[in-house]
């Protein structure tokens, strides 16, 4: 049976480990190698790392920072964060992670979805959704808004219809960020989660807000999701992984347990 | 000696990165010399059927696979490598090795998990092998351990060959082939300690049939 997932986000700016809340206010936390590695130890079942540098010249620092995970632990990440072009996924596939997740990128060029997923196959593309509550509209019919450039510039486009597209289009998976949960602590966002995970047969990945392992329980159950990403809830170590899965495995959640 | 098999079309860095940390000799390659004097050979793959053996004829290294499968040389098929020895993948409608009799199918999003709920696709996570017949590759692995999967195609061979199925929406074969040929749909380079000591399995198998030649 499958297992639902666990999944860390690590948020990276120049090469360290950074958390905000609601996208601001970024706090240095740590090196992201090393946390990484505590992460797998504790039976993370994925990891996913966002490059929120916006210089060109710290890219390399970025894929340095996936090379070195790429040698330490043997489960599978993705990467996001400034994927613009085919040559971008090249490159962090390359660097050794398994799956490139397109955010803006995608939303400025749709295309780049249907291109990666012929290139290097659907199952390693991952559309990454940051979503905003709005009012319901002739445009924005479900009232979740696709925003971009870290929740400052609304695009007018639909979340459900955005995620039925980017799914038409091949992607492979769907990370969904609320960013209203984002940091917050006070749960993921399960009307949005269920509502996209509804609208599309690819899995779904509850992102922003989980703050107690029963939210995380929520997010796979009622929210439909097939993964949990969680940030400030280990980085802080409130919780180890190993809790978590544990209270999942508990609550009746299928949970991977040999690692 | 291990050989990645290159054709450019795999995750043959991560296998590579995988092997170098458990301090087994290995090199990317499609030399092949090289192919030829390793003990083993690991058969890589991520993406889509179709380009990876549009990669594999237009370099010519079809026919090279082929030939050292032939000559009984170990080889580990892994994800797209391990669909690709079938006849015929239905993604991208691809004509494949035809190492294996059988072929490769999309999963149907109509069938139903244990709860009734419709099975999403592509296949994404951590799942188990329940296997059919004693196979060295699992060797010392706890038979509850979680690999990692990742594909929207599954591998159907003839019955002989399956050596293990997983549960979504179907059993479907998870592991194929037969004694130094083997297949596995999921990664073992991405599937923790389990799956490292997997290809720890493979590479002691590797050294003894080298050894008993």
């Known amino acids: 049976m499958l297992s639902k997932r666990v999944i860390p986000c690590l948020d990276v700016r120049n090469g360290r480990l950074t958390k905000g809340i609601k996208f601001e206010g970024n706090v240095d936390i740590g090196d992201p190698v090393e946390t990484a590695r505590k992460y797998y130890e504790e039976g993370a079942d994925e990891i996913v790392f966002y490059d929120i540098t916006a210089s060109h010249e710290a890219r390399g620092i970025f894929l340095d920072v996936v090379e070195k995970v790429a040698s330490q632990i043997f489960i599978p990440f993705s990467v996001g964060g400034g994927i613009n072009t085919i040559d971008d996924m090249r490159d962090v596939l390359v660097a050794g992670a398994e799956k490139v997740s397109v955010n803006s990128g995608a939303v400025k060029n749709p295309d780049i979805i249907s291109e990666g997923a012929a290139r290097f196959g659907s199952q390693c593309i991952v559309l990454g959704m940051d979503v905003k509550r709005v009012e319901k509209s002739e445009t924005i019919p479900s009232g979740f808004e696709i925003v971009i450039h870290g929740g400052r510039k609304y695009m007018g486009m639909d979340a459900i ?16 960020n609320s960013i209203d949960a984002d940091g917050t602590k006070e749960g993921y966002d399960l009307e949005l989660t269920r509502l996209v995970a509804e609208s599309v047969t690819i899995p779904v990945i509850a992102s922003g807000g989980a703050g107690t392992p029963q939210h995380m329980v929520d997010a796979v159950t009622k929210g439909r999701a097939t993964a949990a990403l969680i940030a400030s809830i280990v980085h802080y170590g409130e919780y180890t992984i190993t809790d978590l899965k544990k209270t999942m495995a508990e609550a009746g959640v299928q949970t991977r347990s040999v690692w | 000696m291990l050989a990645i098999f290159d054709y450019k079309a795999g995750n043959q860095t991560s296998v590579h990165r995988a092997l170098e940390h458990l301090g087994i000799p290995n090199e990317i390659t499609n030399d092949p010399d090289k192919l030829n004097n390793a003990q083993g050979i690991i058969f890589p793959g991520v993406g889509a059927a179709g380009q990876a053996m549009d990669e594999l004829h237009s370099a010519g290294l079809d026919d090279v696979i082929k030939g050292l499968i032939w000559q009984k040389k170990p080889v580990l098929g892994i994800c797209v490598g391990c669909q690709i020895l079938l006849d015929y993948s239905e993604e991208n409608d691809t004509k494949a090795l035809k190492v294996i009799p059988g072929e490769c199918r999309l999963f149907n999003p109509s069938w139903t998990d244990h709860e009734n709920v419709p099975i999403r696709v592509p296949h994404m996570g951590w799942n188990q092998v329940e296997l059919k017949s004693e196979c060295e590759l699992f060797a010392g692995i706890d038979p509850d351990a979680d690999f990692y999967f990742v594909h929207s ?30 297949a596995v749909q999921f990664h073992p380079e991405k599937s923790g300690r389990p799956g490292l000591k997997l290809l720890k399995n493979f590479y002691a198998y590797c050294q003894e049939a080298a050894d008993a030649e």
């Open chain 2, 153 to 182: 195609y599954y591998p159907a061979p003839s019955d002989e060959f399956i050596i293990g199925t997983t549960h979504y929406g179907i059993d479907f074969c998870s592991v194929h082939g037969r004694t130094g040929l083997w």
């Open chain 1, 161 to 176: 219809e955005w995620a039925k597209t980017g799914e038409a289009l091949g992607a492979g998976e769907i990370c969904l």
